[in-house]
């Protein structure tokens, strides 16, 4: 059971990349799915999330209008397209599983389940 | 939508209990029943330590606790062990679709 992102790079400034987050043991059917960002040395920040049917999506102010969030429920894959890369990019990029009922109770917002993480650096 | 402050680090010695705070606004952690906790340790993914304000996954110690109160909320550790040692996030929804998460906090075991 596990997320496993791919799709990091180098990339220069104003370039476009694509990241995926495999699922595999589970589901994302079931599942909203998050990206969740850390810039080197700094802490965590939500980027996007999309809801288990992909009919509702949200952005963070800082990537609204450049990132765009996707899943393929039948490839059990999750996606960020993110274009008009800039420096401040520049951050290690996580899937995260949100589970309206961990442990039986429900809530929003609580991410149960994480990908190693894959690195986006923006630079010339 | 700024990030939740927390204090940058925290310690305490084995078995001893720590408080780390995560302070918003009454808009987010003020207004918000969807408080939660994260430990990271270095060049590893976080790991859901508490949801929902104060509850807690199965699996995670009862040594962890979480409260609310206003507009901050807190993480409690009590009997400090060396593995506690790592990086604390805290999140909360902040209205209009959004999350945001704290600065984090590095906690040290002495």
């Known amino acids: 059971v596990q997320l496993v992102e791919s799709g990091g790079g180098v990339v220069q400034p104003g370039r476009s990349l694509r990241l995926s987050c495999a699922a595999s043991?589970?589901?994302?059917?079931?599942?909203?799915m998050n990206w969740v960002r850390q810039a080197p040395g700094k802490g965590l920040e939500w980027v996007a999330v999309v809801s288990h049917d992909g009919r509702l999506i949200y952005y963070a102010d800082s990537v609204k209008g450049r990132f765009t969030i996707s899943r393929d429920n039948s490839k059990n894959t999750l996606y960020l397209q993110m274009n008009g890369l800039r420096a401040e990019d520049t951050a290690v990029y996580y899937c995260a599983r949100e589970n309206y009922f961990v442990s039986g109770t429900y809530s929003l917002g609580a991410y149960d389940m994480w990908g190693q993480g894959t690195m986006v650096t923006v630079s010339a | 939508q700024s990030a939740l402050t927390q204090p940058p680090s925290a310690s305490g010695s084995p078995g001893q209990s720590v408080t780390i705070s995560c302070t918003g606004t009454?808009?987010?952690?003020?207004?918000?029943?969807?408080v939660s906790w994260y430990q990271q340790y270095p060049g590893k993914a976080p790991k859901l330590m508490i949801f929902g304000v104060n509850k807690r996954p199965s699996g995670v110690p009862d040594r962890f606790s979480g409260s609310k109160s206003g507009n901050t909320a807190s993480l409690t550790v009590s009997g400090l062990q060396a593995e506690d040692e790592a990086d604390y996030y805290c999140c909360s929804y902040g209205g209009r679709a959004n999350w945001v998460f704290g600065g984090g906090t590095k906690l040290t075991v002495l």
């Open positions: 043991g589970f589901s994302i059917t079931t599942f909203a």
């Open positions: 009454s808009t987010d952690v003020g207004d918000s029943k969807y």
